[in-house]
């Protein structure tokens, strides 16, 4: 099993910037990629950013030139670091963990808790 556990989310004026972690612990060798998604109110769980354990990163189009995603591996902690913050960013945003071997997808999918970003006018 892995555990995650985000911190960092608020409430911060539109233009401003902040930064989320998602610290994980248990069996994080069997984790190939971690990530960032969000849920709005009436709205599906979206991709906000992904990082692979090679370093590869993948970004919704939404996001991209304002978010940017990066790991500590010594530390076991993914961050998105978010600037330029606008009221369509509010949501709950969660660390995502999974593990996926070639040929058979996903076979292993974690979540956190989820951590609210409310971004004001």
């Known amino acids: 099993q892995v555990q995650l556990v985000e911190s960092g989310g608020g409430l911060v004026q539109a233009g401003g910037s902040l930064r989320l972690s998602c610290a994980a612990s248990?069996?994080?060798?069997?984790?190939?990629?971690m990530g960032w998604y969000r849920q709005a109110p009436g709205k599906q769980r979206e991709l906000v950013a992904t990082?692979?354990?090679?370093?590869?990163?993948n970004y919704a189009d939404s996001v991209k030139g304002r978010f940017t995603i990066s790991r500590d591996n010594a530390r076991n902690t993914v961050y998105l670091q978010m600037n330029s913050l606008k009221p369509e960013d509010t949501s709950v945003y969660y660390c995502?963990?999974?593990?996926?071997?070639?040929?058979?997808?996903?076979?292993?999918?974690?979540w956190g808790q989820g951590t609210q970003v409310t971004v004001s006018t």
């Open positions: 995502n963990g999974k593990r996926s071997i070639r040929g058979l997808g996903v076979i292993s999918d974690y």
């Open positions: 248990g069996s994080i060798f069997t984790i190939n990629s």
């Open positions: 990082i692979t354990n090679s370093g590869d990163k």
